[in-house]
């Protein structure tokens, strides 16, 4: 289980759910996974997307940004 919005990797931190790099986690991030979930798009980085930590980046992640953008839940 992830206790807040933000992952530690080796030497950088990055935000979970940050899909397109642009260091927010809103509706554009979710705009991206469902991209890529409809095969719009090639590929995201699915340890940013999966944030539902099912071990693929879907609609239901997008799903869950898009409540946590909307205020709805407060962490990813």
């Known amino acids: 289980p992830l206790a ?3 992952i530690h990797y080796s030497s950088t931190s990055k ?3 940050d899909v ?7 509706n554009l991030d979710a705009a ?13 980085d699915e340890m940013l997307a999966d ?10 992640d997008a799903a869950m940004i898009l409540k946590y953008d909307a205020g709805i839940i407060e962490s990813l």
């Open 51 to 60: 944030v539902n930590n099912d071990g693929v980046a879907d609609n239901l």
């Open 4 to 6: 807040d919005a933000t």
């Open 15 to 17: 935000d979970l759910g």
């Open 32 to 44: 991206t996974i469902l991209k890529y979930d409809a095969g719009i798009i090639e590929s995201v």
């Open 20 to 26: 397109n790099g642009d260091g927010e986690v809103d």
